[in-house]
C-alpha cells in the first residue's frame, strides 16, 4: 500500500480522517459512490471540502494511487470530483488510479482552490 507522505492525517480538531495508517490484512475497504444530499451537516461539508484542497495540493491534476487515503471520505467524492482511470476498476484494489476532476471539483467547493486554507486553518 502507498503511502502518501505530506496528506493531512485527519481535519483538524476532528474525527474526520483522511488517512489509514496500515494495510487491512482481509482487502481494503471498497469504494462506493455515495451520494450527497443538500441537508448534510456542515461539518461534513467543511470536511469534504478540506479533503479535496488536500488533494489539489499533494495531487494537483495529476493522477495518484489510492494508497492509504481513507475509503470513506473518497467515496463521497468518488464518481464526481474524484474520477477512476482503471478499465476495469477494482474497488477494493490499493493500487487503483484515480484523478480529480478539477472543474467539477472547484464548482463544488470553491473554498478548497481560494487559498485560504481549509484543513490548515480548521483547528
Known amino acids: 500500500m502507498i503511502k502518501h507522505r505530506g496528506f493531512p492525517s ?8 483522511f488517512t489509514i495508517r496500515r494495510e487491512n490484512k482481509k482487502g481494503a475497504t ?3 459512490a455515495r451520494e450527497r444530499y443538500a441537508d448534510r451537516r456542515p461539518a461534513d461539508r467543511r470536511a469534504d471540502a478540506a479533503f479535496v484542497e488536500a488533494l489539489w495540493l499533494c495531487f494537483g491534476e495529476e493522477p495518484f494511487a489510492r494508497g492509504n487515503l481513507d ?53
Not at 485527519?10 to 480522517?17: F, M
Open 10 to 17: 485527519r481535519l483538524p480538531g476532528t474525527d474526520y480522517h
Open 30 to 32: 471498497p469504494l462506493v
Open 71 to 123: 475509503a470513506g471520505r473518497l467515496s463521497w467524492l468518488l464518481g464526481r470530483e474524484v474520477v477512476t482511470l482503471d478499465d476495469p476498476f477494482d474497488p477494493e484494489d490499493y493500487e487503483a488510479l484515480l484523478q480529480l476532476d478539477v472543474a467539477r471539483a472547484r464548482a463544488s467547493f470553491p473554498e478548497a482552490f481560494d487559498g485560504s486554507g481549509v484543513w490548515e486553518g480548521s483547528a
